[in-house]
């Protein structure tokens, strides 16, 4: 897979997500159901999209002890799902036990990648709340070394801290990053924050982007610019 403008998926129902969906009738744009969606439909979601030809990134943030995860990994791979994920903060040892469930008897399975820190944390708020005193980018390129040594894809993170995790953990180490938001458009909730043309030159693998397009007035247009930006 090369690099891609994901769509987040943020609706409440199926119904308002493939009536969002049919208005893109040039393109099949790669999409990511996450936790509303997908607790609303369950797995029915996954497989409709999957069956209108979508690729989906199933952003379910796992975060649980290592038995629990690999169980909850063995069936959510049997959705179809291209890109499922879950917190680095979970350990190593979690990780490994997530790959291992998510594995298929015949060896394939989705691309597996790993949280690190939400792109609405910041330094104070991670320090405050968190009780963890290293900076923020430590901090990311720490869980995203803890990742790649657990066999993992890749990781989720700010395209601030993409280029650094290239650097320490390899090309091939997928970056997907959210906290996108065009030069001229609302930052909302996410404070750390990039446009896609800045994201693609610092070498995100996959831009995730909710709003800038969903709740654009002309959500294809949207999506066309930030494709314009990031990919072409
Ligand atoms: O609307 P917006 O572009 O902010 O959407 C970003 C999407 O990426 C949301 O679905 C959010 O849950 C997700 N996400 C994030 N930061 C992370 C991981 C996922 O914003 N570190």
């Known amino acids: ?40 439909e369950g797995p029915s979601i996954v497989k409709a999209l999957k069956a209108r030809g979508h690729k989906v990134f199933l952003d379910l943030k796992l975060h649980d002890i290592p038995n629990t995860v ?14 499922v994920n879950l917190h680095a903060a979970g350990t190593i040892t979690m990780m490994e036990a997530a790959l291992e469930g998510l594995t298929r008897p015949d060896g394939t399975r989705p691309l597996l990648i790993a949280v690190t820190q939400l792109t609405s944390t910041s330094q104070e708020r991670m320090t405050a709340d968190l009780l963890i005193d290293h900076p923020i980018d430590e901090v990311v390129l720490h869980y ?8 993992l894809d890749g990781i989720v993170c700010s395209p601030l801290e993409a280029g650094k995790v290239h650097d320490a953990c390899g090309k091939g180490f997928l970056t997907v990053t959210p906290g996108v938001r065009f030069a001229d458009g609302e930052i909302g909730d996410q404070v750390r924050v990039m446009t896609p043309a800045q994201a693609k030159e ?17 959500p294809v247009a949207a999506y066309r610019r930030c494709v314009a930006e990031f990919v072409d």
């Open 70 to 83: 690999k169980k909850s990994m063995s069936v959510l791979s049997n959705l179809g799902a291209d890109i």
């Open 1 to 40: 897979m090369g690099k891609d403008v994901i769509i987040a998926c943020d609706f409440s129902s199926a119904e308002t997500c493939l009536n969002f969906l049919d208005q893109f009738t040039e393109e099949k744009p790669f999409v990511k159901i996450g936790m509303e969606l997908y607790y609303a």
């Open 202 to 218: 610092i070498g995100s693998d996959y831009i995730v982007v909710g709003r800038p397009i969903t709740a654009a007035a002309d």
């Open 144 to 151: 995203a070394s803890n990742a790649k040594k657990a066999g």
